[in-house]
């Protein structure tokens, strides 16, 4: 058996092929068109590894995919390819229509046509797994419910609401054309791999490094944050056992405001990593808000649980302590991705 993964080069598709692979001996034919976020150092514990194959491709190239599916004959999708970063998607949301978009759908018409002239057992048993995010819901005030499968959807900003756009798309594949689709909405993720131009591998290099820690704003936005093997694991569970057509919100009941989040990092690099020059909160500097900015996330997970049974396994104090610890223990990898584009960006986004 086989699974088409779309993105597996990224933060959380590399995460979950890496995850995988340490539970399964199920091939992974990985597509990505390695972006500035995607990186084969992720995967280099693969290499040599018959189970991993990894093809360098646009989710919107419709004849790449009709390829891989009648070579590889997998029995499931797992879509991660997206453009993925808010601050981007304001100055730049031309990729994000693209990838987000024309992606999921070209991903969908592909995969309508591979699916549809499979065996019964086969096509019942098949399924399009899309990862989606909280943020398509839009923006919570202090006291109101987290977000429920239920919500409407209320997408702020370019990246929301392309990736709402590629949730109503698999949704009308499902309803249309009865293709067997799961969804999943996650939160804010953290852990390995995390491009450091996202919130806490940006504060954890730059503190290494002794400069400034951008909060945005006041800093009391709200996200929910989930180890990144979490949510491995919720994807494993609903592609094992969600049902088709059906949506699953997936988070990790940690509710944090970012200067929270940004305290503890430092924190955490006080006792592992201590600066001479003092504590590493002294490098904490208020900047401009991002424009629309979201103020509040959080997840009802009750459904998957319910229903799947699933739950977090890392708390936020053990998976915050990993992630630092592993930024710590891979500076090579930190240099690499810090490429002349990763420092354009910064200057682009951050000024001198
Ligand atoms: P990422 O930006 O780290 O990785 C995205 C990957 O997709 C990269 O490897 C990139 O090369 C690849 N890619 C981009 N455009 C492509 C294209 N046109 N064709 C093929 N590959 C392409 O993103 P991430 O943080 O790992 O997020 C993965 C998915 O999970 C996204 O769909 C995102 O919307 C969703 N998500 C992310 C989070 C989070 O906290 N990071 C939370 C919930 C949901
Ligand atoms: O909620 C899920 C989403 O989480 C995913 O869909 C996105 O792909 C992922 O990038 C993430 O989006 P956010 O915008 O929440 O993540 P980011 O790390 O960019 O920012 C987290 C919070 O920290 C947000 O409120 C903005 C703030 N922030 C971010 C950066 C980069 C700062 O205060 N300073 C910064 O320099």
Redesign the pocket.
Known sequence: MTLLVTGGAGFIGSNFVLDWLRQSDEKIINLDALTYAGNLENLASLQGDARHVFVQGDVCDRALIDKLLAEHRPRAIVHFAAE????RSISGPGAFMRTNIEGTYTLLEAARAYWNPLPEADKAAFRFHHVS???VYGSLAKDDPAFAETKTYEPNSPYSASKAASDHLVRAWHHTYGLPVLTTNC??NYGPYHFP???IP?MIVNALAGKAL???GD?Q?I?DWLYVTDHASAIRAVLAGGKPGEVYNVGGWNEKA?IDIVKTVCALLDELRPDPAGPYARLITYVTD?PG?DRR?AIDARKIERELGWRPAETFDTGIRKTVQWYLDHPDWVQHVQSGSYRDWVSKQYGA
């Open positions: 993925s970063h808010v601050d995010t909280d943020e939160s804010n131009e996202k919130l940006l951008p909060v945005y800093g936005q996200r970012n991002r900015h996330y």
